[in-house]
């Protein structure tokens, strides 16, 4: 493995040692095992995102193409995650450290992570949700860390009492940042997104109240923020506050090995502040995207598609139950009025018409550039721009 030299301490999670970054999960082919085990080859954590991974094996997709029944889709990528899990592992060899994020608002949330463990990975990270059952599902797999997403006091304390009935406490928590985050954010209200509640420092001085009063000593589970760390200096005030770690998403899908369509790269590297909007999900959260022609159309009537959406007749396109509870198929008005597995997997193939595009609020390190994973960790753990890494490294 090419460990990268750090500036900063190694984040130790449940016995292993790794680079202070974790990739984020990015869905629906987005981060899968070329982007998880170039990550972990260089020494941080790569992870797998196990939304419907089915859509990277032609094989399986030729093989479920006319299929309607959502109990077979769900092994199909099951199946899927388990060819990428180990496809990841190839690339990273047997010491580099890979994770698999697990949507907890997925229907087949639990399938996931039982086979997540059963091929190899050594760490489950849940958001979208409070995973408050991961210990019992992991049972079997004492040696995989456990990493719940939460974005504020309330969920932190909340798992640390559930979990800690159970004997577990978290291996490290990811603390996300919902005013600068990708994807769906840790917010429940699009007027909360930018509360002054999910500031890092508020919310880690919190937290070490809540491991106070529960008698967890704050250095025993690393705290990781996530959300617009995109540089050397971001990373230092985020330690300064206390931080172990930090999970990075959209920068790594600028990188030559992220399994991403180029169009999907282009999208989001080309992407202005202004062309980022928030908006409310089918998953009933809100989310962040880049304001593509899809997502223009669709905001412009989204006010009246939430309106009618107790009374219309329209049915599920996919039929796949992708999501526990989905404000399209379920009709509720409260929830985004579209079929997120549709626009999704249009993203996935390139489609910049129809596809919606996951990104987070702020700049890319490398503007519109794709560089290599290497590239960026260099530049983010040592301040490295890509002309200065080789010189630094042999010097190192």
Not at 170 to 183: K, L, M, N, S, T
Request: charged share 25%; with cysteine.
């Amino acid at each position: 493995m090419a460990m990268i030299k750090s500036v900063f301490p190694s984040l130790r999670i449940r016995g292993r040692e790794a680079l202070p970054i974790i990739q984020g999960g990015m869905g629906v082919g987005i981060s899968a095992h070329r982007l998880a085990g170039a990550v972990a080859k260089e020494g941080a954590i790569g992870t797998v995102a196990s939304v419907d991974l089915r859509r990277l094996h032609p094989d399986i997709m030729q093989r479920v193409r006319k299929c309607r029944d959502p109990e077979i889709h769900g092994a199909a990528n099951v199946e899927a995650l388990d060819r990428e899990v180990r496809a990841a592992r190839e690339i990273a060899g047997p010491d580099g450290f890979i994770a698999v994020n697990v949507m907890r608002a997925l229907s087949n949330y639990a399938e996931l992570v039982v086979q997540a463990c059963k091929s190899g990975a050594n760490a489950v990270i849940s958001g979208a949700g409070l995973p408050f059952d991961l210990p019992e599902l992991t049972e079997k797999f004492k040696h995989v860390a456990l990493i719940p997403i939460l974005s504020e006091e309330r969920g932190v304390r909340a798992v640390l009492k559930k979990w800690g009935r159970k004997g577990r406490l978290p291996d490290a928590i990811v603390i996300e940042h919902p005013r600068y985050a990708g994807g769906h954010l840790g917010a429940t209200r699009l007027d909360e997104v930018n509360d002054a509640r999910f500031d890092f420092a508020r919310v880690f001085d919190e937290i070490r109240k809540v491991f106070q009063e529960l008698g967890v000593a704050f250095e025993k589970i690393p705290l990781i923020p996530a959300g617009g760390v995109n540089s050397l200096q971001k990373i230092k005030d985020l330690f300064a506050l206390g931080a172990s770690g930090v999970q990075i998403g959209t920068p790594f899908v600028a990188t030559e090995e992220c399994d991403a369509h180029p169009n999907f790269k282009k999208v989001l590297a080309e992407a202005r502040r202004e062309d980022i909007v928030t908006f409310m999900s089918a998953a009933g959260l809100p989310a962040r995207a880049v304001l593509t022609p899809w997502l223009k159309r669709y905001l412009a009537k989204e006010e009246r598609l939430r309106a009618q959406a107790a009374s219309s007749c329209h049915e599920c396109p996919s039929k796949l139950e992708c999501l526990t509870h989905c404000g399209f198929k379920d009709h509720n008005g409260a929830a985004g009025q579209f079929c997120i597995e549709t626009q999704l997997a249009a993203a996935q193939r390139g489609n910049i018409e129809q596809g919606l595009f996951f990104r987070g609020s702020e700049s890319l390190p490398f503007g519109t550039e794709v560089r290599k994973v290497g590239e960026l960790l260099e530049f983010l753990l040592r301040g490295a721009r890509p002309e200065q890494a080789s010189l630094l490294t042999s010097a190192a």
